[in-house]
């Protein structure tokens, strides 16, 4: 376990020798898998995170094809196979079909697995590849020069101090500190709001999964987690709330049965979100000795799953390319 508390006295070194070859801001899937990547590569490298504790948020919902070939390539991918539930089909729009059996690969399927579930497995992963893990640790600013990168950062107990790194990597969410820094804008238009995202239990199972049964009332989604539990996605028009406004079990309920004509016994509600869904891209994933990856770089309507796993391969990219850079190979 590398979970360090760096005091500020021993971390606080603006223009003098690099604390890391690279720091990597936010322990997300995408922070996670590149902090692991570099550590296993003998990169010398530091992820920064400002929750205190692991997130038990389900969040995305399905790893694809490519994404558990890159889990596969890193001896992740029987651990997730075991937890996660695959299909190998999806009907989701009127006709439109999607046969994942035919694809050339081991995993012909979308495996439907609660976020906190993968970054549970990559969390072990960087850990033991001894990248040192930084909780409680929120990046607030960063200034660079030709030779390094300078990140402020505020520790949870509220000191603060600046670490130096010859390369940053901002996996810092859609809401990205690093981004900002950079002065980097990241166009792009909401696709929807006010989209209810609920894991519930259900006494009868629905007609149909990965579907959006819409109507001029909304629509609703529904994936099994293979446990019992459900995934819903449930957009109501006539309910166009703030984006933080709580979500209760009761307006799920009652989008469902205005969509699909029943409420298959919900209950018992594990999590239950709100979110608005924006289609935005930075112009340039690199300023610099500073690179965005991940939701940091681009975000994306949830149809499709593509957050998470796109955030995945950007990783899996750029790791092996920074690390050969600083091996002096590339
Ligand atoms: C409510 C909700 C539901 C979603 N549902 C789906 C879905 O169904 N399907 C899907 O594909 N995607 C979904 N997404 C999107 C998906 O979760 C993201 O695409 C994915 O998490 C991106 O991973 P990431 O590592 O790039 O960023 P994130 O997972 O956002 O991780 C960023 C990390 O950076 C940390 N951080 C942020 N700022 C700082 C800072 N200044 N200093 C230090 N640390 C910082 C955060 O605490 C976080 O741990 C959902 C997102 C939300 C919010």
């Known amino acids: 376990m590398n979970t360090t508390d760096m005091s500020p006295s021993d971390s606080s070194n603006p223009h003098g ?10 322990a997300g899937p995408t922070g996670l898998l590149l902090a692991g990547d570099l550590a296993k590569s003998g990169v010398d490298v530091t992820l920064l ?18 994404t558990l070939e890159q889990f596969d390539a890193r001896g992740l991918a029987d651990g997730l196979l075991r937890i996660g ?31 906190w579930q993968v970054e549970r497995a990559l969390l072990r992963r960087t850990e ?10 929120r ?16 520790h949870s107990d509220g000191t603060r101090a600046t670490l130096r790194a010859r390369y940053v990597v901002g996996t810092d969410g859609a809401g990205s ?12 238009k909401s696709a929807i709001r006010s989209v209810m995202l609920a894991d519930v239990l259900l006494d009868r199972a629905p007609d149909d999964i990965f579907k959006f049964s819409s109507n001029e009332e909304g629509f609703t989604f529904f994936a099994p987690f293979g446990d019992g539990w459900y995934r819903i996605v449930a957009w109501d028009r006539r309910e166009q709330v703030p984006d933080d406004a709580p979500v209760t079990l ?24 709100r979110f608005r869904s924006d289609e935005r891209q930075v112009p340039h994933y690199r300023q ?15 149809a499709g799953g593509m957050g998470m796993n796109t955030g995945i391969q950007d990783a899996a990219n750029l790791g092996w390319k920074l690390a050969a850079v600083l091996h002096g190979w590339a």
């Open 250 to 273: 009761e307006d799920v309920r009652d989008i469902t049965k205005r969509t699909i004509g029943s409420d298959l016994g919900m209950h018992d509600p594990r999590w239950l979100s």
């Open 128 to 137: 033991e590849a001894g990248a040192t893990i930084l909780r409680g640790a």
């Open 288 to 302: 610099g000795r500073v690179f965005l990856a991940g939701d940091a770089a681009h975000v994306h309507s949830p």
């Open 139 to 154: 990046v607030t600013g960063l200034r660079q020069d030709p030779d390094g990168v300078d990140v402020d950062v505020r």
């Open 17 to 26: 020798a690099p604390d890391a070859d690279v720091l990597v801001v936010g």
């Open 49 to 66: 995170e400002r929750r205190d504790h692991e997130s038990n948020l389900s969040r995305a919902f399905s790893l694809h094809a490519r």
């Open 85 to 115: 539930t695959p299909t190998w089909a999806l009907h989701p729009f009127g006709r439109l079909s999607i046969d994942f059996s035919r694809l050339r690969t081991r995993f012909p399927f979308i495996l439907t697995i609660p976020q």
């Open 177 to 188: 500190t690093v981004r900002q820094s950079l002065g980097m804008p990241f166009p792009g």
